[in-house]
Antibody, heavy 118, light 107 residues
Framework: EVQLQQSGAELGKPGTSVKLSCKVS????????MHWVNQRPGKGLEWIGR????????IYAEKFKSKATLTADTSSNTAYMQLSQLKSDDTAIYFC???????????WGQGASVTVSS | DIVLTQSPATLSVTPGESVSLSCRAS??????IHWYQQKSNESPRLLIK???QSISGIPSRFSGSGSGTDFTLSINRVESEDFSVYYC?????????FGAGTKLELK
């Protein structure tokens, strides 16, 4: 059974950074894309970007190009997303999702809450 | 970017009714559309891939259809566990985009 286990809730101050993790079990992330999606309070799903862990190639939605940095460690089968220069607008639930290709998100992490507050 | 427009925003039904949820793309996307269900305070779950392909473990009352710009998620005889929000997502071109969702609620 494929499982995606995300790191816990984060409380960050404006202007700081947080790094979220997503550990995959039951599937080798070299054989999949890893996506990150957010959901602001009471809102819908928003695609942030994806990484190909096999080669580190990344693609971001335009609005997240200077906000999010996606990385992956194939040795630990874990994907990461760093959010920088936090603002109150970054307060959201962040999900990782696995895409064995191409384009659909087969399995999702449980979500990680990020709250930005001074 | 491809815009996905879902309608209606909210659909009020009684258990046992059959329903259709719509997703319209701003340009032709072949069958590169996927449907997700998100229950309150849970992660999304993939229901249908590539417009009409079923997913293992998903009840057979869920089905999808369409190609080009117009897509439909159908639920045959809604059950109480189906009341949640449904999203469509396109993978025709990057950046991937989601529709705003349709909330299926109890009448």
């Amino acid at each position: 059974e494929v499982q995606l286990q995300q790191s816990g809730a984060e409380l960050g101050k404006p202007g700081t950074s947080v790094k979220l993790s997503c550990k995959v079990s039951g599937y080798n992330i070299r054989n999949t894309y890893m996506h990150w999606v957010n959901q602001r309070p009471g809102k819908g799903l928003e695609w942030i970007g994806r990484i190909d862990p096999a080669n580190g190639n990344t693609i971001y939605a335009e609005k997240f190009k200077s906000k999010a940095t996606l990385t992956a460690d194939t040795s630990s089968n874990t994907a990461y997303m760093q959010l920088s220069q936090l603002k109150s607008d970054d307060t959201a639930i962040y999900f990782c999702a696995m895409d064995p290709g191409p384009g659909r998100m087969d399995a999702w992490g449980q979500g990680a809450s990020v709250t930005v507050s001074s | 970017d491809i815009v996905l427009t879902q309608s209606p925003a909210t659909l009020s039904v009684t258990p046992g009714e059959s329903v259709s949820l719509s997703c319209r793309a701003s340009q032709g996307i072949s069958t590169s559309i996927h449907w997700y269900q998100q229950k309150s305070n849970e992660s999304p779950r993939l229901l249908i891939k590539y417009a009409s392909q079923s997913i293992s473990g998903i009840p057979s009352r869920f089905s999808g259809s369409g190609s080009g710009t117009d897509f439909t998620l159908s639920i045959n005889r809604v059950e109480s566990e189906d009341f949640s929000v449904y999203y469509c997502q396109q993978s025709y071109s990057l950046p991937y985009t989601f529709g705003a969702g349709t909330k299926l609620e109890l009448k």
